[in-house]
């Protein structure tokens, strides 16, 4: 079994739709979690870190759910320029370097 | 504020040879990462340097891949000699180290170095 597990897509929605992406980890122990976001061929970067109390910034909403050890994010409204392969990745421990273990990451294509 | 930066950006080579990748962090970040997609697979972690001092090399595939980064600034990342396997995406990350524990800063990714082995 993978560490972090995407399913990986793609996702095809049109512009307006809410759309909500799963990921699931394996080490209980886990601290940190972040959802990336990369559009092709381009180096991934930052959308939100999730917070055990869930977070929100403007139309994406992440959450954690410790108990069965998954994270989603959650997008309102998309547009167009939302397409792009979105990444979840966890560190595994604190306080012993920040590695980041991701998933494969879920395609997202909003269509017009 | 300059971002992270790698260079090359491509590097086509035979079996055999070496190539030398180069990271610059965002200056003043003490955590560097180096990170490996093969076509296909998910991002994997490499090694993980704080200033010149490898914390974590748990990543790295085997002693054909040596990464240095002395005197804490930019990183080199060697395969010597490289496989067919070693084929792929190799980015670099740097954050901050603002509580001392480096797990929970942002990363900052470079754009990459694609690697192709003939």
């Known amino acids: 079994r993978k560490e972090v597990e995407q399913d990986p897509g793609p996702f095809n929605v049109p512009e307006g739709a809410t759309v909500a992406f799963n990921c699931t980890y394996s080490?209980?122990?886990?601290?940190?979690f972040f959802w990336y976001r990369q559009d092709c061929r381009k180096e991934p970067k930052l959308l939100m870190s999730v917070y055990s109390s869930g977070n929100e910034d403007g139309r994406f909403t992440a959450q954690l759910n410790r108990a069965s050890q998954y994270i989603s994010l959650l997008i309102r409204d998309s547009k167009l320029s939302d397409s792009a392969t979105y990444l979840c990745a966890v560190n595994p421990w604190s306080n012993q370097g920040g590695k980041l273990i991701f998933g494969q990451g879920t395609e997202l294509s909003v269509k017009p | 504020e300059a971002g992270v930066t790698q260079f090359p950006s491509h590097s086509v080579i035979e079996k055999g040879q070496t190539v030398t990748l180069r990271c610059d962090p965002i200056s003043g970040h003490d955590n560097l990462y180096w990170y490996r997609r093969v076509m296909g697979k998910e991002i994997k972690f490499l090694l993980h340097?704080?200033?010149?001092?490898?914390?974590?090399e748990s990543g790295m595939p085997n002693n054909r891949f040596l990464a240095e980064r002395t005197g804490g600034t930019y990183s080199t990342l060697k395969v010597q000699p490289a496989e067919l396997e070693d084929s792929g995406v190799y980015f670099c990350a740097s954050s901050q180290d603002l509580r001392g524990q480096g797990s929970t800063d942002t990363q900052y990714f470079g754009p990459g170095t694609r690697l192709t082995v003939l």
């Open positions: 340097f704080v200033k010149e001092s490898k914390q974590d």
């Open positions: 080490n209980s122990a886990s601290q940190s």
